[in-house]
Nanobody, 127 residues
């Protein structure tokens, strides 16, 4: 059974950067597409960034495009989300999620496609 654990959240000033990590156990992430989602209090969960199982394709929501970068750290069985130029509207609980795609190039930015979820890590942006 695949299990995901996020880390790297915290408090950062506007314009600052954070690097989130999603570490997997129970299976290799080589066969899974990974998505990063976020949910702020009182708001719907929204997709941020995703990466295909083969690492060749990524996609970002307009709200984070050009600021967030998702990447695979295959040797560590981990996926990272580099978040730069953080804005006051970025604070939320950030979740990583996985769906088995057998190593294909498919990727998804919609939460209902994913069936494995981490517990989330809090990101706060404040001066």
């Amino acid at each position: 059974q695949l299990q995901l654990v996020e880390s790297g959240g915290g408090l950062v000033q506007p314009g600052g950067s954070l690097r989130l990590s999603c570490a997997a156990s129970g299976s290799t992430l080589d066969y899974y597409a990974i998505g990063w989602f976020r949910q702020a209090p009182g708001k719907e969960r929204e997709g941020g960034s995703c990466i295909s199982a083969n690492g060749l394709s990524t996609n970002d929501a307009d709200s984070v495009k050009g600021r967030f970068t998702v990447s695979r750290g295959n040797a560590e069985n981990t996926v990272h989300l580099q978040m730069n130029s953080l804005k006051p509207e970025d604070p939320a609980v950030y979740y990583c999620a996985a769906v088995l795609t057998y190593g294909s190039g498919r990727y998804f930015l919609t939460s209902h496609e994913y069936n494995y979820w981490g517990q989330g890590t809090q990101v706060t942006v404040s001066s």
